[in-house]
């Protein structure tokens, strides 16, 4: 399985050392369509995947100019192919210069790997699969992902998973926790830890003024288990977030 490191410009050098397949994200929409880039670039070595974001971004009036944009930064810098970072609910335009870009970067042998939000509409591209689940099984998610979209157009996006549930909790919605906030309460209340077979995360509880809550949260191991069953059904490739995982670099991807 590939494996990328989604990194800001300011944490490359920290990322390179321990993975060299890089998500560079130093790159976002401007107007006109236009594909802007941080000029401090320039000094990174090239490969891994164009990594573009959609925050603030206008609307795409002419997909045909920033899709050529994309190819040719792609030819430049050697990527593999280009991740679309994207947080905001599909639109039309976003649609239409995904869908273009996906078909030329197949044309090229490379890759367009977008949310799943967008899977429907983009048959040409690999489909970004959350493995932060708060509920359900992990397994069962993959083996519903594939029958529906094939898993050649899967991709893991491997978030780490560190939130605080209310118990009960109908909604299954949870609240982040910080890493502070998180150390702090692991000491405070020395929990007696379990593994979660189904949502491949750690887990315990605790009582607080009374009310029960469940935490639930990730470490290098059931991050390496998850990459462990997405290769078993076959899944290529897969991204981290370097500011999710920088504490656990040196135990996920070893020095050899």
């Given at each position: 399985?590939q494996t990328y490191l989604i990194a800001a410009l300011g944490e490359l050098p920290f990322a390179r050392q321990h993975c060299p397949s890089l998500a560079c994200a130093a790159y976002h929409i401007g ?35 920033l899709c050529a944009a994309a190819v040719r930064e792609c030819s430049r810098r050697a990527y593999d192919g280009v991740l679309l970072n994207f947080t905001q609910p599909p639109t039309q335009d976003r ?162």
């Open positions: 399985m107007a006109g369509s236009s594909l802007l880039r941080q000029n401090a670039l320039l000094t990174v070595p090239p490969g891994g995947v164009l990594c573009v974001s959609d925050q603030n971004a206008p609307f795409i009036d002419d997909p045909d100019t649609l239409t210069f995904a869908a273009r870009l996906a078909r030329i970067l197949r044309s090229e042998q490379r890759r367009l790997y977008l949310p799943e939000s967008y899977g429907v509409s983009i048959p040409d591209a690999a489909i970004l699969l959350d493995t932060a689940l708060s509920g359900g099984s992990l397994t069962e998610h993959l083996q519903e992902a594939a029958a529906r979209w094939g898993t050649h157009r899967l991709a893991l996006d491997v978030s780490r998973v560190r939130m605080q549930f209310p118990l009960p909790c109908p909604s299954g919605v949870g609240t982040s926790l910080s890493e502070e906030v998180f150390q702090a309460l692991m000491a405070q209340e020395a929990p007696a830890v379990f593994f979660s077979p189904e949502l491949c995360a750690r887990y315990f509880t605790y009582v607080s003024s009374g009310a029960t809550r469940f935490v639930l949260f990730d470490d290098a191991d059931t991050l390496k288990e998850k990459l462990r069953l997405g290769q078993q059904f076959g899944i290529s490739a897969a991204f981290f977030r370097w500011a999710e995982i920088a504490d656990l670099a040196d135990a996920l991807f070893p020095q050899t």
